[in-house]
């Protein structure tokens, strides 16, 4: 029997980290950076103005303060924002960013 190989979930998160700017300014173009976190409008809710809605750069932890939507890495977002299970966006992320998604 084939062993199925696991999603490297870490390792696509380190990555995307690596590449927080490029990513972030794909998926939330109307942001801007502010230190080390890009701020936007929350695309998935009536949001008027920019500001309750952050991503860490350093870290990929992101959040919408004004509604509690939270997670702790890019591919977290990824799900958010696209509607996907975690393994489906580790697996698009592992594909944006030319990786191998299996451990």
Request: proline share 1%.
């Amino acid at each position: 029997m084939k062993r199925r190989r696991s999603i490297a979930f870490a390792s696509i998160a380190s990555a995307a980290c690596s590449h927080a700017d490029a990513i972030v300014t794909r998926w939330l173009s109307d942001g801007r950076r502010e230190g080390r976190e890009w701020v936007a409008k929350n695309p998935k809710r009536a949001d008027g103005r920019s500001g309750s809605f952050k991503v860490n750069l350093n870290t990929g932890r992101w959040g919408d303060f004004a509604t509690g939507d939270k997670g702790g890495d890019l591919i977290s977002l990824a799900a958010f924002l696209f509607d996907m299970k975690q393994d489906e966006a580790a697996l698009q992320v592992a594909d944006m960013l030319g990786l191998d998604a299996y451990e």
